[in-house]
Each structure stands twice: as structure tokens, then as C-alpha cells.
């Protein structure tokens, strides 16, 4: 009786907030539910042909997709670089992972918009060095430049996450292992390569995957500095979720998105956890 | 799944002392340890030169927001007669006290409610034996997993069709039910000794005492991170209420100070203002409570 109780409130906002529409976006999208008023229509799959037909949602799909292999790699690798680096360093550890760690504790949103300026043609600080030594500039208005410059913002914000994972699967590293791989004459690269990344593999794989989750839902930045464009070349499935169920208020075709969009982060997820998931974490336990 | 890792990582948030990374052993003698610190300066140049990539649009964006007129389209990063007259735009323009208060009133109250929900159920999960308990455990499991991406579509239709959209209700109601905070806690729960429990039993307390005299002041370490995860989520939040404000009554400061971004698009250092704003809160919590804000964000970063 008394656990109905303890469990029994949080369980029915469970069910309102969470439970009850993930099941009804299968529903919504079969129905034809005119948000001004009047009654729902059934219409069997008519939306799914018709998004998942779409343009639009071709392009927000292969770009959520691009997004994804331009950041995770590089937070990936950047991110153990850096913490190698600050974890072999004797003094400041605490210091450059507050640094490293400070975009990722700020205000998305507000970023967006101080990088969009970042950007700006010639004035911007890009254009001004970047764009001056190599003459790339105005990404954001370049339909192939406009995506890379939205995942250079995403590496920015999400480098300082795998730092800190990294970082404390270090600290989790034995220093009997490494003081033995020392004795024995192991150098700076064996050590690592034999003592401390085999012990890194369960970080790695929660590194990958989680970074992988949020990338694939990357929104903030692609509202506030491209708004998809130009052409579409930085629509990404969040966005196009917004732009076809909000803002065209099309809500059968926000739903067969948010169906994509689940779809999508489950294979992703699946398939990291079968290819080099499971590998890795073994790697961790031997 | 994912879960398998997750739990992983967040009983490393619950056991002290782990976070910080042992100090390599010295050596003892003084010119050996010289020799090794001075090896480690081109290290620290090398941090020091990613820290430039990664603090320069901090800094742009500060510096920017001291413009006057005349200087903001200059190549020079300083401002030459710094001045406040960009802040003064913002406020002149924008009710920024509201998006302020709205935020403060949003995020609290959602945590507030995200700690009365779960505190208990996270304690019947995993204390108490009852019919569907599997199943319960089993929805939540499943709800930490699910992007607010996907449920956005029917919420934003439930609240369209209700009339609520544009309101502080529609921005708070649909977190409250945090099935992160019940997983966390219920981890930290499991670990709290049974002798603990049946003394409290034996005393006479009911569940209800027990749950919030006995267990939650055991449950600090846990709720703090939780704490932090949530109030920086909720107030760093721009999806979900770029969906359903229309407005600057319920708007909070990433919607709000977009909102005046797009509506103001050519005064640059007024966006900048409005940006520093919006950050300043975060990252002065941040460099006060550093250690706090790197576990509540890392060791428990999921979908919300």
C-alpha cells in the first residue's frame, strides 16, 4: 500500500509527460488533427509518405548524419589528447579543466549567437584571421561551408564534456599497473598504449555514444545561427521537427520526424554498442 | 543498453573522493622534481594555446559588448572608450529583469518538483517490494532514454488544444517527472545499510518520515549532482521553449535574449550585451562551484 503511495505521483506525471505521448506519436501521425479546431481525420500513412518523401527531410537526415561524423570523431580524439595532457602535468590539473570545461557549463543559446557574429563576413573574428591566412571566409552564407562551421561550434561546446569522462577514467587507472609498465621500462607511448587505453575502453564507449546521442539532436545552434539554411544545408532533424510541426503547425508531420528521430539515435546507438562497443569495454575488463 | 554504462558512471558520482585524479608520485629531491616541473612547461603551453580557441568567443563576446557605435565594426578585439551604452540598449528594449525572473521561477520550480516526485518513488524502487515494481522500474528506465525531441509534437498539441501555450505551466509541467533523477537516486538508495532503515522502523517512523528525515539527508551527494544537472539543463534550455513562447510573459533568457537577437539584428554589440547576460549567471556559479558543476554535468549528462 505505502509504496502505491511513495511511487504513485510520480508515476502519474511519468505517464502524462512522458509515457502516454511517445506512444501517441505513432497515433498523431496517423490522423489528420487540425490545431486551429474541428475534428481528427484518419489517414492511415499518408503522412509518412509524404515526409518521409520529402526533401527536406532527406537533406535534415543525411545532414544530422554529417553533423554527427564531423563532431564525434573530433570531440573523441581532441578530448583524450587534451586529458593525457592535463592528467600528466603536475600542477594546474584543476585549472585547465575548469578552462576546457567552461563552454560546455554556458548558455548554448547565447553562444549560438556571439559564434553567428563570430562568423559575420570579413568584420567576424573568423573571417578576420582564419579567413585572412587561408581565404575561407563567410562560411554561414556558403551552403558546403555552413555545416562545418555549425559542427566547429558543436566541438567547441561538447569538447569539454569528453575531457572531464576522460579525465576521471585516468584518475580510475591504477598507478600499480603504471609504476609497474614504468619499471619494467615501458615508455610514455607503451604505457599508454598498454596500460592506460585498454583501461579507457568503457569511457571511450560512454564518450562515443553519448556524444553521438546529442549530436544527433543538435538544434540550438542551427535555429539561432543558420536557421537551416542556406538552401537547407544545415537542416538538421531537430530543426526540421520544429520547422514542419511548429511553425507550418503540420503535426502529423512533426510526429513521423519525431518517429525518424527516435529510429535514427536507437540504430546509431545499436550499431556503436555491436561494432566496437562491446570490443572496448572488454578491453577495459582484462 | 546505454544504461549499462550509465549506471557505470553514475555510481562514480556517488562515491567521493574519486573525481580528482591522484597526483603522479614525486620523487622527493629537489632538482629532480625542478627538472620534472620544467619539463612540463611546453605541456602548459600547449594547453594554453587550445585554451585561446576555446575562450576567445568569451572574450570577443565581452569585450564586443563595451563598444560604442563608432567601434564596433573595427578589427580591433579592445573596445578603445569602453562604455555601457550596449547594456543600456538592452534594457531600454527588452523587459530583461522578466526573462530573468522567469527563468529563476521555472528552473526552481521544476527542480523543486523533480526532488517531491522522485525523492519517494526512487525510494519505493528500491526499498520496498510491490506489485508492478518491475514494470515501474522498467517505464523509467525507458523514459531516460526517450529525447524530449520525441514527445515534443504531442505536448506542444496537448498545450496548443488546452490553450496553455505561451504560459509558465507549459514550460515547467512537462519536466517535472524527472526519470534521470529517480534512476540517480535509486542508485544512491540501494547503497544505504538495511540496519539504517529497520532502526527507523523499529522508532516507529512511517515511510513518508523515513523518506525525508532519514534518507534524503543521506542523499546529498547524490541530490547536489542531480541539482546541478537540472538547474543548469532547465535554464541553459532553448528547444523546448522555442516551440511554445510566442512572448516575453513566460519568456526565459535564451528565448528571451534570442528573441531580441532576431528582433534587433543589426546591433551587434547590444547582442553581445544581451549574450554576456545570459551566461554571466552560469559561469560565475560555475568557477565558485566548479567541482559540483563538472559531476551533476558529466557523470549524469543524458537525454532529459
Redesign the interface.
Known amino acids: 500500500m505505502?509504496?502505491?503511495?511513495?511511487?504513485g505521483?510520480?508515476?502519474?506525471?511519468?505517464?502524462v509527460?512522458?509515457?502516454?505521448?511517445?506512444a501517441?506519436?505513432v497515433v498523431?501521425a496517423l490522423l489528420d488533427?487540425p490545431?486551429a479546431g474541428g475534428n481528427a481525420r484518419f489517414t492511415g500513412l499518408d503522412s509518412f509518405r509524404r515526409v518521409l518523401g520529402s526533401e527536406e527531410l532527406r537533406q535534415a537526415l543525411v545532414n544530422t548524419l554529417l553533423y554527427s561524423l564531423f563532431t564525434v570523431p573530433a570531440v573523441t580524439v581532441l578530448g583524450l589528447l587534451?586529458a593525457l595532457?592535463?592528467?600528466?602535468?603536475?600542477?594546474?590539473?584543476?585549472f585547465?579543466?575548469?578552462?576546457?570545461?567552461?563552454?560546455?557549463?554556458?548558455?548554448?543559446?547565447?553562444?549560438s549567437?556571439?559564434?553567428k557574429?563570430?562568423f559575420?563576413p570579413e568584420?567576424g573574428?573568423i573571417d578576420?584571421t582564419v579567413g585572412q591566412l587561408f581565404g575561407v571566409t563567410n562560411w554561414l552564407s556558403d551552403s558546403s561551408l555552413a555545416l562545418p562551421a555549425v559542427a566547429l561550434v558543436g566541438v567547441?561546446h561538447q569538447?569539454?564534456?569528453a575531457v572531464?569522462?576522460f579525465?576521471?577514467g585516468?584518475?580510475?587507472v591504477p598507478?600499480a599497473h603504471l609504476e609497474a609498465a614504468r619499471l619494467d621500462g615501458a615508455n610514455a607511448w607503451h604505457r599508454f598504449w598498454h596500460v592506460q587505453w585498454p583501461a579507457l575502453g568503457?569511457t571511450t564507449?560512454?564518450a562515443v555514444?553519448?556524444s553521438t546521442?546529442?549530436a544527433l539532436?543538435v538544434?540550438?545552434t542551427v535555429?539561432?545561427m543558420t536557421e537551416g539554411g542556406p538552401v537547407g544545408s544545415t537542416s538538421t532533424?531537430?530543426y526540421e521537427?520544429?520547422r514542419r510541426?511548429?511553425f507550418y503547425q503540420d503535426?502529423s508531420g512533426?510526429?513521423v520526424?519525431?518517429?525518424v528521430?527516435?529510429a535514427t539515435?536507437m540504430l546509431v546507438?545499436?550499431v556503436q554498442?555491436r561494432s566496437f562497443?562491446r570490443r572496448l569495454?572488454e578491453a577495459g575488463a582484462r | 543498453?546505454?544504461t549499462g554504462?550509465?549506471s557505470?558512471?553514475a555510481t562514480?558520482v556517488l562515491s567521493p573522493g574519486?573525481?580528482?585524479?591522484?597526483?603522479?608520485?614525486?620523487r622527493g629531491w629537489g632538482s629532480v622534481l625542478r627538472r620534472?616541473?620544467a619539463s612540463?612547461i611546453p605541456?602548459?603551453i600547449?594547453?594554453a594555446l587550445?585554451?585561446i580557441?576555446?575562450?576567445?568567443?568569451?572574450a570577443?563576446?565581452v569585450f564586443?559588448s563595451f563598444k560604442p557605435d563608432d567601434e564596433v565594426?573595427s578589427?580591433n578585439?579592445l573596445p578603445r572608450h569602453p562604455t555601457f551604452d550596449a547594456y543600456q540598449r538592452v534594457f531600454d528594449t527588452v523587459p530583461m529583469g522578466r526573462y530573468f525572473l522567469n527563468s529563476v521561477a521555472v528552473t526552481g520550480l521544476i527542480f523543486l518538483g523533480q526532488v517531491?516526485?522522485?525523492v519517494?518513488?526512487a525510494?519505493?524502487?528500491a526499498r520496498?517490494?510491490?506489485r508492478g515494481?518491475k514494470l515501474?522500474l522498467g517505464?523509467?528506465l525507458?523514459?531516460t532514454m526517450?529525447?524530449m525531441?520525441?514527445?515534443?509534437?504531442?505536448?506542444?498539441?496537448?498545450f496548443?488544444?488546452a490553450g496553455l501555450l505561451d504560459n509558465r505551466l507549459s514550460m515547467i509541467?512537462?519536466?517535472?517527472?524527472s526519470?534521470f533523477g529517480?534512476f540517480l537516486l535509486r542508485q544512491f538508495f540501494l547503497g544505504i545499510p538495511q540496519n539504517v532503515l529497520d532502526a527507523a522502523r523499529l522508532d516507529g517512523a512511517?515511510?513518508?518520515t523515513t523518506?525525508w528525515r532519514i534518507v534524503l539527508p543521506m542523499a546529498r551527494p547524490a541530490l547536489t549532482a542531480f541539482a546541478v544537472f537540472s538547474i543548469?539543463s532547465h535554464?541553459?534550455d532553448?528547444?523546448w521553449p522555442?516551440?511554445v513562447l510566442s512572448s516575453d510573459n513566460a519568456a526565459t533568457?535564451?528565448?528571451g535574449?534570442?528573441a531580441f537577437?532576431n528582433s534587433e539584428s543589426n546591433d551587434?554589440a547590444a547582442?553581445?550585451a544581451?549574450?554576456t547576460l545570459?551566461?554571466l549567471p552560469?559561469?560565475v556559479g560555475?568557477?565558485l562551484a566548479?567541482r559540483h558543476?563538472?559531476r551533476g554535468?558529466?557523470?549524469s549528462?543524458?537525454?532529459d
Open positions: 505505502g509504496a502505491y503511495v511513495l511511487c505521483p510520480f508515476l502519474l506525471f511519468l505517464g509527460f512522458s509515457v502516454l505521448p511517445a501517441s506519436t498523431l488533427w490545431l587534451i595532457t592535463i592528467h600528466s602535468v603536475r600542477r594546474g590539473k584543476v585547465w579543466r575548469t578552462v576546457y570545461f567552461l563552454p560546455f557549463a554556458s548558455t548554448l543559446a547565447a553562444m549567437i556571439v559564434w557574429w563570430m559575420y568584420r573574428l578576420s567547441w569538447l569539454g564534456y572531464v569522462l579525465l576521471s585516468l584518475a580510475n598507478t568503457p564507449v560512454f555514444v553519448i546521442i546529442s539532436r538544434y540550438d535555429a539561432l532533424l531537430s521537427l520544429y510541426g511548429v503535426i512533426g510526429a520526424i519525431s518517429i528521430l527516435l539515435v546507438t545499436l554498442m562497443g569495454s | 543498453m546505454t554504462t550509465q557505470h558512471h562514480g574519486r573525481a580528482e585524479p591522484p597526483d603522479a608520485s614525486g620534472a616541473a612540463d605541456r602548459h600547449l594547453l587550445g585554451a580557441v576555446m575562450l576567445a568567443p568569451f570577443w563576446m564586443s565594426y578589427s578585439l517531491l516526485l522522485a519517494p518513488a525510494y519505493a524502487l520496498m517490494r510491490f515494481s515501474a517505464l523509467v525507458f523514459a526517450l529525447p525531441q520525441v514527445v515534443a509534437v504531442p505536448l506542444y498539441l496537448l496548443a488544444k509541467s512537462p519536466f517535472l517527472a526519470a529517480v512511517s515511510n513518508w523518506v543548469v535554464w541553459n532553448y528547444f522555442s516551440l533568457v535564451p528565448y535574449i534570442s537577437a551587434f547582442q553581445m544581451a549574450a545570459a551566461v552560469l559561469v560555475f568557477l566548479q558543476f563538472v554535468l558529466v557523470l549528462n543524458t537525454p
